[in-house]
């Protein structure tokens, strides 16, 4: 079976179990016909289409779940505690379930069902029946959980906490040797993963017209990858910030272990108490702009435009994102990246018009991301034994469906990343007539 082919379906016999119950009470909601997956339920039945992939509810939890959050995020809920469960069984593992999941809801179109009141009430009585209704389960503790007003310095910190503080010994084991967390640059598929971050990085330099003697502020710093590439292979001096203390500490023992501190600053800093203005030859920002949200995008440019001397050249790395869920869906938003905001490309570049810059190049990456996140996840899996014994088996689960569905967004064009290089206007025109790159 293809990433997307559909099997026939034809059930399988189960009597009277759970299985079969919980079926014929979700029939109108996924279009009627045979239960497009192999439902396997907490008493050891099963029915479904014996092709298609394997789910397990292990416990009523399961179904309580999604009956409090219908749909992703009950879903992302019960597999990230282990009360859903999709076994790798047949050659299938996550990635060709919620590839053959997609696919199935396409071709019903069950974004648009609407189940009948009898079709509520029946499913209302097999919960019942089956002890599934009563208090929602308490939120799994790898679930965010942040206050305070939207994209205030407090509530970005905890944010940011969230997702970037876990562990840098995690992250360690997921990325490759720079600790780039950001889409490389891949000459394949099957290029190795840190050639790939360091072709991103030395592209971004180029693009910039770093030198030695060049001056950089490189906006949301992550563990340093940017910031000690430009020092050390580009000979630029380099303000780096960030407001992951964790980041932080990762990036001074570097600058110190390579004798780059009279190079290479890194601040615990928000990016709009950055004060210099018109201070720095070149701003770069990789893949930060996604977590300053819709009302601060004007602020985040207008940083980046005040921040580069005229004449001086900026670049972004960015996702983007149309439709219903610029936060990248309930599952993300709840577990990943809380406050996450991606729009269309369209739309960030008139942000970044709008703050005086000169767009000059946009550089799609896309397919280079579905690589990128394929070799996270080859590191993720073979380190799985020690990524379980710092973290636990739940956060674990909720990365791995984090990264295969993120490689699903990317390769099925839910998701894109660009490269938008830009130019402060009023000084002299330093770029190639004739772009290399």
Not at 365 to 379: F, I, K, Q
Request: proline share 6%; charged share 25%.
């Amino acid at each position: 079976m293809t990433q997307t082919d559909t099997p026939h379906l034809t059930a399988v016999a189960s009597g009277s179990g759970i299985a079969q119950r919980l079926a014929e009470a979700l029939s109108p909601f996924i279009g009627g016909g045979v239960l497009p997956v192999r439902l396997r339920a907490w008493d050891g039945s099963e029915t479904g289409s014996p092709d298609g992939p394997l789910v397990v509810l292990n416990s009523v939890d399961a179904v309580r779940r999604l009956l409090w959050h219908p749909g992703e995020l009950g879903a992302a809920q019960a597999y990230g505690t282990g009360e859903l469960d999709v076994p790798e069984v047949d050659g299938g593992d996550l990635d060709s379930a919620l590839t053959y999941a997609f696919t199935v809801a396409k071709e019903r179109g069950l974004s648009g069902t609407r189940p009948t009141p009898s079709a509520m009430m029946k499913a209302v009585r097999t919960a019942l029946d089956l002890g599934a209704l009563g208090r929602p389960p308490a939120a799994p503790a790898s679930q965010a959980q942040i206050k305070g007003r939207l994209h205030s310095p407090l509530r970005d910190r905890r944010s940011i906490a969230h997702h970037y503080d876990l562990s840098n010994e995690f992250y360690s084991l997921i990325l490759e040797p720079n600790m780039a967390y950001s889409s490389g640059y891949h000459s394949s598929p099957d290029q190795d993963l840190q050639e790939a971050q360091e072709a991103k990085l030395d592209l971004v330099c180029t693009k910039l017209g770093l030198e030695p003697g060049k001056t950089l502020l490189d906006i949301g710093c992550g563990w340093g990858s940017m910031s000690l590439r430009a020092a050390e292979k580009f000979g630029a001096k380099v303000v780096g910030v960030t407001i992951a203390a964790e980041q932080k500490k990762f990036i001074d023992a570097r600058i110190k272990e390579r004798g780059l501190e009279d190079r290479v600053e890194i601040r615990l800093q928000d990016y709009r108490e950055v004060p210099e203005r018109g201070a720095f030859d070149a701003v770069s920002s990789i893949e930060m702009g996604e977590h300053v949200g819709q009302k601060n995008y004007p602020t985040y440019a207008e940083v980046l435009h005040r921040s580069v001397k005229p004449g001086g050249r900026v670049l972004i790395q960015q996702m983007s994102r149309a439709g219903k869920w610029p936060g990248g869906g309930p599952f993300i938003e709840s577990f990943i990246a809380p406050d996450m905001y991606m729009r269309p490309i369209g739309d960030t570049v008139a942000f970044l018009e709008r703050s005086g810059l000169e767009v000059r190049d946009v550089h799609g990456l896309r397919e280079h991301y579905v690589h990128t996140v394929a070799g996270w996840l080859e590191n993720f899996y073979a380190n799985r034994e020690r990524l379980v014994e710092l973290m636990g088996d739940e956060v674990y689960r909720v990365w791995e469906l984090y990264l295969v569905g993120g490689a699903m967004a990317f390769r099925d064009g839910r998701m894109g990343v660009d490269q938008i290089l830009m130019v402060r206007p009023g000084g002299e025109h330093t770029l190639p007539l004739v772009r290399t790159w």
